[in-house]
């Protein structure tokens, strides 16, 4: 029989919730790109010769293989092909052209309000895919980091504007919303002092995204499992949220 297991795929390589002793993929940061080696490596030895024939997978990617870009609503697209361009024009005036290649998908689930859009290489996903199909496995989705957090604890963002944080690997994501729809969705490198710069880190973003509601409310979820506990920051309302590994949630 097959357990059911929660897992991430990023920079530091395959972690599941059950496991104990997994060492991470070390190396420099080189981008999405060299990434993905390690990563998949790190995956291939966690699987070993193991195969589980009818299997399915469900895998969050660290947010350091993915582009993010809020899209605003825009009634005058005519179906999704169009819509399609309109993503691809987005991300391309953001990062590049080659990002306007990826493999885009957008939420869907906000009606006519701005919404969260993300981009991944499809040669990476294919490798991916290509790699637990070799073991009998079924890549059932793949999911950014961010946009999971987002699915997971969008029920208590229960404020008019706010930030919603996830930290994890040296990566700290961020999104605000304001009046339920998203303004920004963006990513930083950062080191074990973030906590200590986070105040003047989102006072920052603060100002770049002049929102018309004061966003005091700030969730964090810290999935990196290091001692510290949540900042202290005045003039902020910040609440913790609990890391998906540590609810022992299944995929």
Request: one cysteine or more; proline letters at 4%; aromatic letters at 6%.
């Amino acid at each position: 029989m097959v357990r059911r297991r929660r897992a991430r795929l990023g920079l530091r390589g395959w972690q599941r919730s059950d496991s104990v002793g997994l060492a991470p993929c070390e190396g420099p940061d080189r981008g999405a790109g060299a990434a993905w080696p390690a990563a998949l490596d790190g995956l291939l030895q966690q699987l070993g010769q193991a195969r589980a024939p009818g299997a399915r997978a469900r895998v969050v990617l660290s947010d350091s293989m993915v582009r993010y870009a809020v899209v605003p609503w825009n009634p005058a697209l005519a179906g999704v092909e169009e819509e399609a361009v309109f993503l691809r024009h987005r991300f391309g005036q953001l990062y590049d052209a080659g990002t306007a290649e990826w493999d885009i998908r957008v939420d869907r689930q906000h009606g006519e309000r701005a919404r969260i859009a993300s981009a991944v290489d499809p040669a990476q996903l294919a490798a991916l895919g290509e790699l637990l199909r070799a073991r009998g496995i079924r890549l059932r989705s793949v999911v950014p980091a961010l946009a999971d957090t987002v699915g997971r604890h969008l029920s208590r963002l229960k404020e008019p504007a706010g930030w919603l944080l996830y930290h994890d690997a040296g990566l700290l994501s961020m999104a605000r919303w304001e009046d339920g729809a998203w303004m920004c969705a963006r990513s930083f490198r950062v080191d074990h002092r973030w906590r200590a710069v986070l105040p003047a880190l989102l006072a920052r973003e603060e100002c770049l995204h002049d929102g018309q509601r004061e966003a005091a409310a700030v969730y964090i979820e810290d999935a990196s499992g290091a001692a510290g506990g949540m900042p202290e920051m005045q003039g902020w309302r910040v609440q913790e949220l609990r890391a998906a590994e540590r609810a022992g949630e299944g995929a």
